[in-house]
C-alpha cells in the first residue's frame, strides 16, 4: 500500500516568505507526527496529532511554526516569515492506533532552504 | 548531557563484516527501542524495536538491550554495500508517542 507521502519534496524560499509543508499519511493511521532533521543534528519533534486534535506542541520552536490537521488525515505545517534557520529537512511519520509510537512510518521529507 | 547519545562515525567496513552500532542513553524511564536505517535523501526506514533487555534478531539484524548499563546495539551480519546508509537509535517511554533520537551513525559498506 501507499507510504507517507510529503509534498513539496524540495522548497526553496527567501527569508521572511511563509512556507506550507504537506503531509498525507498512511490511509487508518490515526496519529502523525513532524519533525525536524537539521544537519548534524538528529530528528527533532515538533508536534504531534491524535486524530484532528494537537495534544502536544511543545516541540515547535517557535510561534512562527503552526499546523493543522483536517479529517483525521492531511497535516499542514506552516512556517511563518522563514529565518535561514529554519533551513533543514521536515519529516512527517504516522502510527496505526495499535502498536503506537514505536511503530512510526516516515514520509521522505521535504527540503527547506531558506536564502 | 543529551538523553541520547550515538557515534555518527563515519564507519567503514568491507563487504560481508560484522557491524555494531551503538546508543546510550540516560532516561531510565526508556521502555522501548528501535532502530531506523536512513538512505540519503530518503526518510527513515523502522529496522527494528525491542521492549525489554535481550536479544531481538531478525534475518541479519540483531537488535541488543541492557537497560542495566542505558546501551543498546544494532549488530548487522555479512554486510552488503547495499546496507549503506545512517542508522539511528530512538527510544521513547512506554506509550507515549515522543520518540527521543540519536543523531545517527553512517556506515559505508565497502564491496
Known amino acids: 500500500g501507499a507510504g507517507v507521502s510529503q509534498s513539496p519534496s524540495n522548497k526553496v524560499t527567501e527569508k521572511g516568505k511563509d512556507v506550507e509543508l504537506r503531509c498525507d499519511p498512511i490511509s487508518g493511521h490515526t496519529a502523525l507526527y513532524w519533525y525536524r532533521q537539521s544537519l548534524g543534528q538528529g530528528l527533532e519533534f515538533l508536534i504531534y496529532f491524535q486524530g484532528n486534535s494537537a495534544p502536544d506542541k511543545s516541540g515547535l520552536p517557535s510561534d512562527r511554526f503552526s499546523a493543522e490537521r483536517t479529517g483525521g488525515s492531511v497535516s499542514t505545517l506552516t512556517i511563518q516569515r522563514t529565518q535561514q534557520e529554519d533551513s533543514a529537512v521536515y519529516l512527517c511519520?504516522?502510527?496505526?492506533?495499535?502498536?503506537?509510537?514505536?511503530?512510526?512510518?516516515f514520509g521522505p521529507g521535504t527540503r527547506l532552504l531558506v536564502l | 548531557q543529551k538523553e541520547v547519545e550515538q557515534d555518527p562515525g563515519p564507519l567503514s567496513v568491507p563487504e560481508g563484516a560484522i557491524v555494531s552500532l551503538n546508543c546510550t542513553y540516560s532516561n531510565s524511564a526508556f521502555q522501548y527501542f528501535m532502530w531506523y536505517r536512513q538512505y540519503s535523501r530518503k526518510g527513515p526506514e523502522l529496522l527494528m524495536y525491542t521492549y525489554s533487555s535481550g536479544n531481538k534478531e531478525d534475518g541479519r539484524f540483531t537488535a541488543q538491550v541492557d537497560k542495566s548499563s542505558k546501551y543498546i546495539s544494532l549488530f548487522i551480519r555479512d554486510s552488503q554495500p547495499s546496507d549503506s546508509a545512517t542508522y539511528l537509535c530512538?527510544?521513547?517511554?512506554?506509550?507515549?508517542?515522543?520518540?527521543?533520537f540519536g543523531k545517527g551513525t553512517l556506515l559505508t559498506v565497502n564491496p
Open positions: 511519520a504516522s502510527s496505526p492506533q495499535t502498536g503506537g509510537a514505536k511503530t512510526q512510518y
Open positions: 530512538a527510544m521513547n517511554v512506554g506509550s507515549n508517542y515522543k520518540l527521543t
